[in-house]
């Protein structure tokens, strides 16, 4: 079983941006039977449903059921800058596509994102693999609108949308249209932002940064000086979206599998190792903050055993991974 899991960071600043519409913050956790002491930790992981209830509850005791929407609009993703350098670096708009989700699997896993091409358009399909366990409706509006922001930030004001696709009912869809600046469809059959077709065969290197992702964009490009320090800030993002072959990140590169290893041996590295170093900070993350089995976390960083993963772990840590989960919380 694989548990989909969210970043307790963006569940607090999602959190904020309710308070600072006027809801009484404890009241909304308690009604989705949430704790209130996820509030004062400092980093982790929490279910997803559990931000899919808090996004039913939020639309159903609003005035109109928009929250959620206006929550995706103003919830940042996190380490933008460094997306917006991966970008850069992508070879067309499909690679594009494909950082930007592993970007947001790393925030909120489970989530699905796909270029589809049709004879006078493109859409960027989009779902949550856990939708049949929960009605996710307000939080599919949510995090739609969430891919909107996060595209117009990346590729600059100038990039449109023709329109957005819900794939359920709604009754405020003129006000959402209004939100957006962008005409809504509800029942369509996928969630889905419509552009024009000329986005098609668009670089990364012609791609720029909107003007409010401009500071954050220089401030992570200062502190990365190399191609092996940005394959290790997005290796997370490309973990949690299954991503991890050197031949996938070679080709989100654009460039061929010798040469990236070239590269990154001139900087005194290996892509193994890298990865091992990213494997080994979520799987700490993900002992101490879910209940998985052990199977299933192995699963969640890209083992294809379990064994192999606890003879990993006891390499990093000298114990195995329920030795050390244990001693953590008895601590």
């Known amino acids: 079983m694989k548990e989909y899991l969210f970043q307790v960071s963006a569940f607090q600043s999602i959190v904020e941006l309710l308070e600072q519409q006027g809801f009484d913050k404890y009241r909304l956790l308690a009604a989705a039977d949430i704790s209130p002491t996820l509030l004062r930790r400092d980093s982790g992981l929490i279910s997803q449903l559990n931000v899919a209830r808090l996004f ?3 639309d159903q005791y609003a005035d109109n059921p928009l929250v959620s929407a206006i929550c995706g609009l103003n919830m940042p993703l996190r380490k933008q800058g460094v997306l917006a350098i991966a970008v850069q670096q992508m070879p067309n708009l499909d690679a594009m596509i494909h950082m930007l989700k592993a970007f947001l699997n790393a925030q909120s896993s489970g989530t699905d994102l796909a270029l589809e091409s049709s004879k006078d358009s493109l859409r960027t399909v989009f779902r949550l693999r856990f939708a049949d366990k929960l009605n996710c409706d307000s939080m599919h509006r949510a995090q739609l ?3 909107f922001r996060t595209l117009k930030t990346l590729f600059g004001e100038e990039w449109t949308p023709r329109e957005v696709w819900l794939d359920h009912s709604f009754s405020h869809v003129q006000e959402l249209s209004a939100l957006l600046s962008c005409p809504v469809k509800t029942n369509q059959p996928k969630n889905a932002l419509m552009f024009d077709k000329r986005w098609e065969h668009v670089t990364g290197a012609q791609v720029f940064p909107g003007n409010e992702l401009g ?3 220089s401030e992570a490009l200062s502190k ?3 191609i092996d320090d940005l394959i290790y800030q997005i290796l997370p993002p490309l ?5 991890t ?3 996938q990140v070679a080709q989100l590169f654009g460039v061929q599998v010798r040469v990236l290893q070239k590269r990154l041996k001139s900087k005194g590295t290996r892509y193994s190792r890298l990865l091992e170093d990213a494997r080994k900070t979520m799987a700490v993350d993900l002992l101490v903050d879910s209940e998985l089995a052990i199977s299933d976390i192995s699963l969640q960083l890209g083992y294809q055993e379990p064994a192999i993963f606890i003879r990993s772990f006891k390499k990093w840590f000298k114990q195995t991974p329920l030795q050390w989960r244990k001693s953590v919380r008895v601590a």
């Open 245 to 247: 072959s050197i031949e």
């Open 56 to 58: 039913n509850v939020v």
């Open 145 to 147: 609108c969430n891919l």
């Open 239 to 243: 973990i949690y979206d299954g991503r």
């Open 224 to 226: 990365i000086e190399n």
């Open 215 to 217: 500071k954050e964009s």
